[in-house]
């Protein structure tokens, strides 16, 4: 089947031929030693022994014909390849019609060769169920599972984690708040006596009907929640976590969408955009290989690896021209030099950079005589100072941060913003140097 797909039935699909520049009709030949793209010659010019720049009379050729069986000893190669295209202009079934399109075949013989060769043949039976069992294996491996939250989280009243939960309770099944929370108020005052006339009746009926909408749709909610995993918030968190920042903002775009589609197709359809992303971006980046004139992988691990070098060293270039900018300030240098063994010990910088505005950063703040400032340790004393915080509010935030990790088992940046309420700069300083030191772990 390879050596029958090279062929085709229309001659405009073919280039013409390099000596003539007429369409070629098979048989014809084609030089094995000049190409891409290949160098085509009908017989014709081949018999003159037509040279054309590298192409010479001698080369090795090769002779490109379609008259030769491949399924059937009565039925050529172009004969299938016209079956093929006539089924497909005429449609499955059509037999009569496929027949006069090919004009060399009876209706009988067509139907009884493509039922043989092309539906009932065994190997292309085992090819379709190998690539349809490999799709589903695909489809298991990389689908969202599914767990529907029949034992959510547990938390204290009150907690950051219960407030994350809108105030669900695990044992009644229900939350603190419901949706549209107040609509029995419309009922609190209605009553029912023999006295109303039938106006005040029928409109009493059609508030208790408006009651039964509002509750329907307040079970609605409760069933999209429970349904799609929503109330167990940290496991969809770390699902969602797993894209990549462009598929997560997409996630959270039809999270919307979820109330119309069930869980496992709502998480089909996230997961095709994702597979689309990858997709993408491994297009571009052979795109960029293409344009690098690369051919093979070899060569494109290659460029992979000294792009990465050349990245690094630009960024060194750039931190030296910013270094020589504060070449006269001491402080400055002395930050700048630490920020580069951090980098290159593989940690998160923690020194500030000096500001490119022109304006120079707050002196450290001089801890002598604060009140607290014994019960800390050098690296954190040196955090204060450079964060100018207090000893004593310092202590406070991460008695806090430490307490609320221990109740949740981890702690986000996020989460410790909430508990916070001071410079978001000062904050992701102190999460990060109690993360680094041990004291919290990241959620």
Not at 65 to 84: G, R, Y
Not at 227 to 245: A, M, S, T, V, W
Not at 315 to 329: A, G, H, N, P
Not at 341 to 368: E, H, Q, Y
């Amino acid at each position: 089947m390879e050596r029958l797909a090279s062929f085709s039935s229309d001659p405009f699909d073919k280039p013409p031929c390099r000596g003539c520049s007429s369409y070629l009709t098979e048989p014809y030949v084609k030089c094995a030693e000049c190409g891409p793209p290949p160098f085509l010659l009908c017989l014709q010019c081949f018999t003159r022994g037509f040279e054309y720049k590298k192409h010479q009379s001698d080369h090795t050729y090769e002779i490109m014909t379609s008259d030769f069986p491949v399924l059937d000893p009565n039925w050529t190669a172009q004969e299938e390849m016209s079956l093929l295209e006539a089924v497909m202009d005429c449609g499955f079934g059509n037999w009569q019609d496929v027949a006069n399109q090919m004009c060399t075949k009876s209706k009988e013989e067509c139907e009884k060769h493509y039922m043989k060769h092309f539906i009932n043949n065994p190997l292309f039976a085992s090819t379709l169920l190998k690539l349809r069992q490999a799709e589903e294996a695909q489809h298991h491996e990389t689908a969202i599972p599914f767990h529907s939250a029949d034992d959510p989280p547990r938390p204290t009243f009150d907690s950051l984690l219960s407030r994350d939960m809108a105030g669900y309770m695990p044992a009644r099944a229900d939350f603190v708040e419901e949706f549209d929370n107040y609509a029995e108020w419309d009922l609190r005052d209605i009553d029912f006596v023999e006295d109303d006339s039938d106006i005040l009746h029928a409109l009493k009926i059609a508030v208790v009907d408006i009651y039964h909408s509002r509750l329907k749709e307040r079970q609605r909610r409760k069933k999209i929640i429970r349904d799609h995993g929503l109330i167990n918030l940290r496991k969809f968190q770390i699902l969602e976590r797993r894209y990549p920042k462009e598929v997560q903002e997409l996630y959270e775009t039809m999270r919307r969408f979820a109330r119309i589609l069930g869980p496992l197709e709502h998480d089909k359809f996230i997961e095709s955009h994702a597979l689309e992303f990858e997709l993408r971006r491994e297009i571009k980046r052979l795109q960029e290989y293409r344009a690098a004139g690369i051919t093979n992988f070899c060569s494109a691990r290659t460029y992979e690896h000294l792009k990465k070098s050349r990245d690094e060293e630009r960024l060194k270039r750039t931190m030296l021209s910013e270094v020589l900018q504060y070449i006269q300030d001491s402080s400055a240098c002395q930050q700048w030099l630490s920020r580069q063994a951090d980098i290159d010990s593989g940690l998160t910088p923690t020194v500030p950079v000096p500001s490119t505005t022109g304006r120079r950063s707050a002196p450290p703040l001089n801890l002598t005589g604060l009140p607290g400032t014994e019960k800390l340790n050098e690296k954190e004393k040196e955090l204060c100072q450079m964060v100018r915080l207090v000893p004593g509010a310092y202590l406070e935030y991460k008695a806090a941060l430490v307490n609320e990790c221990n109740k949740q088992g981890g702690l986000r940046l996020a989460q410790a913003r909430a508990l916070i309420k001071i410079d978001v700069n000062k904050t992701r300083k102190i999460y990060d140097f109690l993360i680094r030191e041990g004291y919290i772990t990241k959620a």
